[in-house]
């Protein structure tokens, strides 16, 4: 039977709760759970505890490494340009994901269902988008955009 002290020391390995990284990354939980179970081991690289799932250092640059090789750079015909000079774009609500502070949307016009045309957009809340609703938001970074102007204040409606 371990000690306490084992148990202490087996935990600190795994400090990173699954639902946090999750969070902060503002993947869904699911993409992480998938890449745990292809290409994680248990005891090494996360343990389960109080119905909980930590991860380890080396873990989380898995995690890294695997989600930078499945993500492709957007190619040119379809890659997400500011609609003027002031980096404003059209936008429609695709997905919302865990992260209530982050919303998955696409550029008016493209085809969402190619991983390449999904964008992020940080808002305040996303609870209220629904999917094809329209507005408007500032380029920020590659595919990281902010919203302008207020939040839905009903389901699917400004």
């Known amino acids: 039977m371990p000690s306490n002290f084992q148990n202490a020391k087996k935990e600190a390995a795994f400090p990173f709760d699954e639902c946090d990284v999750a969070e902060r990354v503002g993947l869904a939980r699911d993409l992480i759970r998938k890449i745990r179970q292809e ?83 940080r808002v305040k809340s996303n609870i209220n988008f629904t999917r094809g609703l329209e507005f408007k938001a500032k380029h920020v970074q590659a595919d990281l955009y902010d919203l302008i102007g207020a939040c839905p204040r009903s389901r699917g409606r400004f």
């Open 39 to 121: 290409k994680m081991t248990e005891g090494v690289h996360w343990i389960l505890k109080k119905k909980r799932v930590f991860l380890s250092a080396p873990a989380l640059k898995l995690l890294a490494d695997r989600i930078d090789a499945s993500i492709e750079p957007p190619t040119q015909e379809v890659s997400p340009e500011p609609a003027n000079a002031k980096n404003e774009a059209v936008l429609c609500a695709w997905m919302s994901p865990t992260n209530t502070r982050i919303l998955e949307a696409y550029v008016k016009g493209t085809d969402p269902k190619k991983r390449e045309n999904i964008v992020r957009v």
